[in-house]
């Protein structure tokens, strides 16, 4: 499976660099295919991003050098589990206009499911549908962030997006942590610290860490993650899949 990180900085601030990209490497172990990361540009309002695939020898300290200066970054590191894992058009996070969408798990029949919404699909990569599925609706935040969730039901998956300089996060059952310090918040699909165990389900994480709450939609904001959502928990049992 692929891996994920984020961070969102408390008033602007921006990460701390040695954690940034000890979460950029664990997240990598998870997905050697690609590494891509996108951050708010401030000035301009719009995502900024970095992908390379493992055949252009782009190395994860190059994303990370343009986006630590940054306080809103979500990042993926790829496993390809369908489409083409040498196709930088196929390396997360996906980007649909004002949308970024960094997406750990697997749509079956995500051809079907596209069309079934209307929506269309420019790579082969099942991912994809989430960010389409954000970028169409007409909804607010939430909603446009839901329509991401949904699209992906009921397959397990975590995810973390953009909206403009808003940021989300969901995961059903794939993992998804988060560590709070003093200057924000960062996520990974699992704890970073060298050394430490980890618990699931947030009941008793070591080093301050908590696993997000499966079903449940999260928007990151101002260093913090504040719940706006629970969801219908429901997954297509893993004999299926």
Known sequence: MCGLFGFSGKGRSRPDQDILRDIAVNARRRGTDAFGVVWLNRSTGEHSSYKTVREDHGSIQQGLDLADSNDLIIGHARLATCGDPKSLLEAHPFQRENVSLAHNGWVMGHRERAQELGLKLTTGCDSELLAAAASQCKGDFHERAQAAVNAALPYPFAMLMMV??????????????????????????????????????????????????????????????????????????????
């Open 164 to 241: 403009d300089d808003r940021a989300f996060a969901f995961r059903s059952r794939n993992p998804l942590v988060a560590l709070e310090n003093e200057e924000g918040v960062y996520l990974c699909s699992t704890p970073w610290a060298r050394g430490q165990k980890f618990t699931t389900h947030g009941r008793a994480p070591a080093g301050g860490f908590v696993e997000l709450a499966p079903f449940t939609l999260y928007e990151i904001t101002d260093g913090k993650l504040v719940k706006i959502a629970t969801l219908e928990e429901k997954l297509v049992p893993m004999q299926s899949w």
